[in-house]
Nanobody, 125 residues
Framework: QLLLVESGGGLVQPGGSLRLSCAAS????????IGWFRQAPGKEREGVSA????????NYATSVKGRFTISKDNAKNTAYPQMNSLKPEDTGIYYC??????????????????WGQGTQVTVSS
């Protein structure tokens, strides 16, 4: 059973950067596609970025393209989004999710089987 734990959230000023982490246990992250999602208060959960299980294909939401970079370190069993040039509208709870042997980086939440508990990101001056 795959267990995911996010960390790295916090308060950052507009224009700043954060790197979140999604640490996996119970299975090898190399066998799983990873998606990152966020949910702002009063809004639906939205897909931010996703990477296939073999790291071959990456997808980004239009709103974060050019600012966020997703990666997986299979040796550390951890996935990351590097988030730069943060904006107030990036505020929300960020979740990582996983699906085994998935070769399409879909940004739709119900395609993923395993979820972390989330980490809060607040972008504010």
């Amino acid at each position: 059973q795959l267990l995911l734990v996010e960390s790295g959230g916090g308060l950052v000023q507009p224009g700043g950067s954060l790197r979140l982490s999604c640490a996996a246990s119970g299975a090898s992250l190399g066998d799983f596609a990873i998606g990152w999602f966020r949910q702002a208060p009063g809004k639906e959960r939205e897909g931010v970025s996703a990477i296939t299980y073999n790291g071959g294909t990456i997808n980004y939401a239009t709103s974060v393209k050019g600012r966020f970079t997703i990666s997986k370190d299979n040796a550390k069993n951890t996935a990351y989004p590097q988030m730069n040039s943060l904006k107030p509208e990036d505020t929300g709870i960020y979740y990582c999710a996983a699906r085994e042997r998935f070769i399409t980086p879909i940004l739709t939440a119900n395609w993923y089987d395993y979820w972390g508990q989330g980490t809060q990101v607040t972008v504010s001056s």
